[in-house]
């Protein structure tokens, strides 16, 4: 159960939450249907809790199919709609038509107890598959102008039929605005998720284009000389001209040129901050309700070095988010035995899963190539990513043992 609850996004979260909650107001008028018709005793009790447990039934199907609609998976409900509204009236009046004639005590406690309870969860259920939404006040107020008309006509006094009209009118009311309320926000929270989406994809994109720009402004102009030089090389050797030469090695400089340019472009755009990407966790993993711990001390170190545990921590970060329920994350950072070790660890490892992904693998390549290793693994409900590389490159660490060389 904790697997299947752990691996559901946010938004599915809320939405099976949604779903369960109506199901349980079906779920609550069909067991207190016993309990109410109880003092009818048998067998007059029987036909009051087979109807009160069709229309709870009614009830679910319904709630289900227009959470679906306003998921946009489903059509509008609306036989389903118009069925529980024909049957919650028509149990309704039949149960105030009960209470009015009945000269027991009990029988008429019971009518008027599935008379409320009848108005309450079918209202609530039944504004679920209203288009406009500016309209459940005009159907709230509907139960209860039809209460008042249904009792006046049954004999009832002006003022008891004007207190159940209220008390009819506050019940169904309650129902009506939860019911609301909580559909409107399942729909906020797909939209804030969708909304987060399109401003990881946005960021993507604005990156490439970057990287676009970068490109064509390092090659655009190389290019054009290459391309040039090429075609009067072509021409000069057409005549048997010795310049062509010339102009080829100038088109084979150019070329070996643009080759360097585009690597910088490339380590640049591949180079990672160490205190940025962890300061970027810290915010990103905050946002989505985890809460993060960042104890690093002061490390001065190479580019590189920095750009492979940047990487770590990006790759962490996006695992934690990724992968698992995570409710608490920890970065730390420090030297130890002249090796500095970066350790990510969060409490989600219960419901992640593998740790074998090509993420791990691709970090543990950039460690490699300076001089560092990976780890990764479950220590109970933790997950834990250690990264260590040394302190100092290794040409550093050759010119710190030829200058301290007597």
Known sequence: MRQWWGKKSTPAKVETYT???FHGFALTE???AVPLAAPLGLPDAVPVVLIVLGHAALCAVTASRALDWTRGTRDHPRNLVYALAVMTAAVAVTAVLLAGRAD???VRQAAGSVFAMVLAFGGGIMVLGIRDRARVPAAVAGFGVGTGAVTLADGTPVAVALVISLLVLLITGFMAFTSVFTVWLLSAVYELDEARENRARLAVAEERLRFGRDLHDVLGRNLAVIALKAELS???ARRGRPEAVDQMTEVER????????VRAVVRGYRRADLGVEIAGARGVLEAAGIVCEV???PLELPGETQSALAWVVREATTNVLRHGNARRCVVTAGRKDGRVVLTVENDGARTAGGTGGSGLAGLRERLAAVGGTLTAGRDGDTFRLVAEVPSRAAGQERRDVLEAAP
Not at 254 to 261: D, L, P, T, Y
Request: proline share 0%; hydrophobic share 40%; aromatic share 4%.
């Open 19 to 21: 779903r369960w909650s």
């Open 30 to 32: 069909a067991v207190c």
């Open 104 to 106: 027991e005590e009990h």
């Open 234 to 236: 072509v021409e000069l």
């Open 254 to 261: 150019i070329a070996q040129e643009s080759q360097r340019e």
């Open 295 to 297: 104890s690093v001390a």
